[in-house]
């Protein structure tokens, strides 16, 4: 069985940070590129950052660049995504899934180039 399984959400005060934890379960991460999605609530779906399979590449969404991280650890399995300055607008569902085809700069933020999403874990960004 294929799965994806999202962890490390929780409250944290503005301008704090998380790790967030993507683990592949059933299947090998390596020859997939990896999106992290976020959805606030009455609102769509968000591609927030991907990274490819290799890591040679890594996209962001303008509103986390320079305070978000996509990394890889093949070896453990796992998609991490690094926030800092945490902002009220980052709360949201945080999801992972594999891109159906390499992504590209352009393709990163559409949920349609993915699949295998994961269940999602909570971000609240509150003081």
């Known amino acids: 069985q294929v799965q994806l399984v999202e962890s490390g959400g929780g409250l944290v005060q503005p301008g704090g940070s998380l790790t967030l934890s993507c683990a592949a379960l059933g299947f090998t991460l390596d020859y997939y590129d990896i999106g992290w999605f976020r959805q606030a609530p009455g609102k769509e779906r968000e591609g927030v950052a991907s990274?490819?399979?290799?890591?040679?590449?890594?996209y962001y969404v303008d509103s986390v660049k320079g305070r978000f991280t996509i990394s890889r650890n093949n070896v453990k399995n796992t998609v991490y995504l690094q926030m800092n300055s945490l902002k009220p607008e980052d709360t949201a569902v945080y999801y992972c899934?594999?891109?159906?085809?390499?992504?590209?700069?352009?393709?990163?933020?559409?949920?349609?180039?993915?699949?295998?999403w994961g269940q999602g874990t909570q971000v609240t960004v509150s003081s």
């Open positions: 899934a594999t891109g159906r085809l390499v992504i590209t700069p352009v393709t990163m933020t559409d949920p349609l180039m993915y699949e295998n």
């Open positions: 990274i490819s399979s290799g890591e040679s590449s890594t």
